[in-house]
């Protein structure tokens, strides 16, 4: 017995939903390989990152504000890229850009921030 749908088709056989259900199955073994590859790359990032070191930047109280301050947000690598591109007034610039994004530097923080990228970071 075939049964007939409302705008003239026929019902699909039992063919049919077994097809679409190995489709489906395919689809979700594909859908789960594709998030465990991202999910790997993601920790293998992540953990490259953990152990790269503070870019031999010398000690003091730039590099402290600049850690505590700046690597809630962002690698250090953001900011050490940046080697010989900016000069005083640029990076003083940007750290008084990233305060007001809400970045836990203090107005007597500013300039000794901005002294230490300039020094050990700023464009020569």
């Given at each position: ?8 088709t026929?019902?699909p ?17 594909v859908?789960?390989g594709?998030v465990?590859v991202v999910?790997?790359?993601?920790f293998?990032?992540s ?5 790269a070191?503070?870019d031999?930047l010398?000690e003091?109280e730039?590099?402290?504000i600049?850690v505590a ?6 690698d250090?690598?953001?900011v050490?890229?940046f080697?010989g591109y ?6 003083r610039d ?10 836990d530097?203090n107005?007597r923080?500013?300039d ?13």
């Amino acid at each position: 017995m075939t049964f007939v749908g409302c705008d003239g088709t026929s019902a699909p056989s039992n063919r049919t939903f077994a097809r679409l259900s190995q489709q489906g199955s395919r689809m979700r073994w594909v859908i789960v390989g594709v998030v465990g590859v991202v999910v790997t790359m993601m920790f293998a990032g992540s953990g490259a990152r953990a152990a790269a070191p503070d870019d031999d930047l010398p000690e003091g109280e730039g590099k402290k504000i600049l850690v505590a301050s700046c690597t809630s947000c962002h690698d250090l690598t953001e900011v050490t890229k940046f080697r010989g591109y900016y000069d005083r007034k640029q990076w003083r610039d940007i750290v008084v850009t990233m305060m007001e994004y809400g970045a836990d530097v203090n107005e007597r923080q500013v300039d000794v921030l901005t002294d230490y990228l300039t020094q050990h970071l700023g464009r020569q």
